[in-house]
């Protein structure tokens, strides 16, 4: 079985900087886009952003201009610049499609790694 395999996170001050990575184990078969979310809690998992196999990007609208998500040799990148304190949640890794400007989950999910921002 396939699995999603993160690392990064961690405590940061507000205005701070953060990189988190997610590779596969092995080849993830009928996907061609995979994505970060993150819950905080209290609240519902929401995208935080995307990325499909040509490169393409899409972002939630409080994560533009501050995280970047890139893809290196299967592993994706997902680069979080100018932390804010609301950023603070587990941010979860997942496998699925991404078709025009929508992406949809499948059933991969990774371990979560925490990620929080001190004010």
């Known amino acids: 079985q396939v699995q999603l395999v993160e690392s990064g996170g961690g405590l940061v001050q507000a205005g701070g900087s953060l990189r988190l990575s997610c590779a596969p184990s092995g080849t993830i078969f009928n996907s061609n886009g995979m994505a970060w979310y993150r819950q905080a809690p209290g609240k519902q998992r929401e995208l935080v952003a995307a990325?499909?196999?040509?490169?393409s990007t899409n972002y939630a609208d409080s994560v533009k201009g501050r995280f970047t998500l890139y893809n290196v040799k299967n592993t994706i990148y997902l680069q979080m610049n100018s932390l804010k304190p609301e950023d603070t949640a587990v941010y979860y890794c997942?496998?699925?499609?991404?078709?025009?400007?929508?992406?949809?989950?499948?059933?991969?999910w990774g371990q979560g790694t925490q990620v929080t921002v001190s004010s």
């Open positions: 990325i499909n196999s040509g490169g």
């Open positions: 997942n496998a699925g499609d991404y078709r025009g400007h929508y992406y949809y989950p499948h059933d991969l």
